[in-house]
Every structure is written in structure tokens, then in C-alpha cells.
T-cell receptor, first 114, second 112 residues
Framework: ETGVTQSPTHLIKTRGQQVTLRCSSQSGHNTVSWYQQALGQGPQFIFQYYREEENGRGNFPPRFSGLQFPNYSSELNVNALELDDSALYLC?????????????FGPGTRLLVL | QKEVEQNSGPLSVPEGAIASLNCTYSDRGSQSFFWYRQYSGKSPELIMFIYSNGDKEDGRFTAQLNKASQYVSLLIRDSQPSDSATYLCAVIDSGGYQKVTFGTGTKLQVIP
């Protein structure tokens, strides 16, 4: 157990809808990163939040947005869902942003877009 | 585009043998390297991390790093059927924040 939790575990949405995924980091971990993992692929970096500010972003469109809260929880919001958004969404928490910190993953949320 | 390359496999080894998993990366400035194990339907689980050239051993696992060749590997000694999983190589980019680039993973099958 990594101490990182995510909700919900599974979700089914239809194209065009909006979804909010939630993550609760380990206590004291002030950095959270979100990843999208399509079937058969490695996780792809969406963005990272450090002390409630976006700290970096991968090649994802603006309809992917996030929030980080002072209580070590965070959200990933996806608007205007597309079929290709179907994937496992992972959050990972760590301490700091210095470049050597180990990231600990939550169990993931599996999203299916119909 | 910074890349991490892995052979997708499957890599099949008999129980008790050594499994060797390899990874190359394109970002010459990367300093931190990780191996994660991912069982089907589960999230990645950290196995090893390595920062310095050379070998790092932890139980049955040995990570090897060669920054000049931009190559990192994972050896699993005395492979067990429970080691059957996908192994993800991950590299922290040199871009100033903690962006991690993952390879597509190598599927390992340990045959009893």
C-alpha cells in the first residue's frame, strides 16, 4: 500500500460529457502528478501540481485540467470527453520537485467513454 | 520529444533463471531512473530506483545504469512465477520539474 487513494475505481461516461477524478496523496506529499495509461501503453504524463500550482504539463489539450488542495487531495477534470480518453488514470504523489523524488502511485481510475 | 524505449516482449524465462530487462532513454540530462512492476489491471509498483552509474542490488533485483550509453537495465535473479508482470522503465526528465517519462513496458512471463 502506497497511502495514495483514488476515486472512483471505475467510471463509464458518454462522449461529450465531463468527468472529475479524485486523488488523495500521502500526508506530507506536496507534489501530485497525473498520468493517462491506455491499454498496452506506458503511463503518459498529463500534468503536475506542486503546492497547489500547476508545475508542468505534458502534451494534453486544455480540456484536461486539475486542482490541488491544501489537504493533499487533488482532482483531474476532463471536459468534452472523447472516445480516446478511455484509459486508466493514475495519480502519483511525492515530496518536492528536485528531480530525484520517488513517485508513489494510487490504484487508478478506469474510465470508459462510450 | 524525450523517449524511453523498451522491448515489449513477451520475455519468457523458466522459473529460477535470470530475467534481463533493458531500457534506453533519449534525454542525456536525465539523472533519475526507476523500474516499476505492473500486474494486469493494477497500478505501477516501485521496484528499484538508481541515480549513479553502476549496479544497485536489492534482494533478487539488480538495476544497472550506464549514462554514457543512455542505458538502464533490470536483472531479476531466481525468477518466480509471481514475477510475471509488465516492467516499466521510467526516467525523470531534465526539464526542471519532476516529469516522468515511461517506456511502454516489457511483459515478463516466468514459466514454472
Amino acid at each position: 500500500e502506497t497511502g495514495v487513494t483514488q476515486s472512483p475505481t471505475h467510471l463509464i461516461k458518454t462522449r461529450g460529457q465531463q468527468v472529475t477524478l479524485r486523488c488523495s496523496s500521502q500526508s506530507g506529499h506536496n507534489t501530485v502528478s497525473w498520468y493517462q495509461q491506455a491499454l498496452g501503453q506506458g503511463p503518459q504524463f498529463i500534468f503536475q501540481y506542486y503546492r497547489e500550482e500547476e508545475n508542468g504539463r505534458g502534451n494534453f489539450p486544455p480540456r484536461f485540467s486539475g486542482l490541488q488542495f491544501p489537504n493533499y487531495s487533488s482532482e483531474l477534470n476532463v471536459n468534452a470527453l472523447e472516445l480516446d480518453d478511455s484509459a486508466l488514470y493514475l495519480c502519483a504523489s511525492s515530496v518536492g520537485t528536485g528531480g530525484r523524488e520517488t513517485q508513489y502511485f494510487g490504484p487508478g481510475t478506469r474510465l470508459l467513454v462510450l | 520529444q524525450k523517449e524511453v524505449e523498451q522491448n515489449s516482449g513477451p520475455l519468457s524465462v523458466p522459473e529460477g533463471a535470470i530475467a534481463s530487462l533493458n531500457c534506453t532513454y533519449s534525454d542525456r540530462g536525465s539523472q533519475s531512473f526507476f523500474w516499476y512492476r505492473q500486474y494486469s489491471g493494477k497500478s505501477p509498483e516501485l521496484i528499484m530506483f538508481i541515480y549513479s552509474n553502476g549496479d544497485k542490488e536489492d534482494g533478487r533485483f539488480t538495476a544497472q545504469l550506464n549514462k554514457a550509453s543512455q542505458y538502464v537495465s533490470l536483472l531479476i535473479r531466481d525468477s518466480q512465477p509471481s514475477d510475471s508482470a509488465t516492467y516499466l522503465c521510467a526516467v525523470i526528465d531534465s526539464g526542471g520539474y519532476q516529469k516522468v517519462t515511461f517506456g511502454t513496458g516489457t511483459k515478463l512471463q516466468v514459466i514454472p
